[in-house]
């Protein structure tokens, strides 16, 4: 069984920030890497960050120099800070871990909404 848990979400205006967290818990889970991927209303799912296990990170164009990606890896927690946000960043933000083994695990996603 194995666990994932965004938090961080909510409403926030045009140039805010927020920071969003994800925690990856279960037996034997050996975390290969930690993403988060969005979804806006009527569009797909997109990747928009992710970091492996070396620390080798990997962003969206559109968030390029707005949003950083970290992890603890001792913990298997996953962060995304979000500054300079935009209308367009609205979206169900969602964790996404991959394990050695291949298995990939989604967590229920945490909304974020830019708003004036």
């Known amino acids: 069984q194995v666990d994932v848990v965004e938090s961080g979400g909510g409403l926030v205006q045009p140039g805010g920030s927020l920071r969003l967290s994800c925690a990856a818990s279960?037996?034997?889970?050996?975390?290969?890497?930690m993403a988060w991927y969005r979804q806006a209303p009527g569009k797909q799912r997109e990747e928009v960050a992710r970091i492996r296990n070396g620390g080798t990170t990997k962003y969206l164009d559109s968030v390029k120099g707005r949003f950083t990606i970290s992890r603890d890896n001792a913990k298997n927690i996953v962060y995304l800070q979000m500054d300079s946000l935009k209308p367009e960043d609205t979206a169900i933000y969602y964790c996404n871990i991959g394990t050695t083994r291949f298995q990939e695990y989604w967590g229920r996603g945490t909304q974020v909404t830019v708003s004036s």
């Open positions: 279960g037996s034997e889970l050996n975390v290969y890497s």
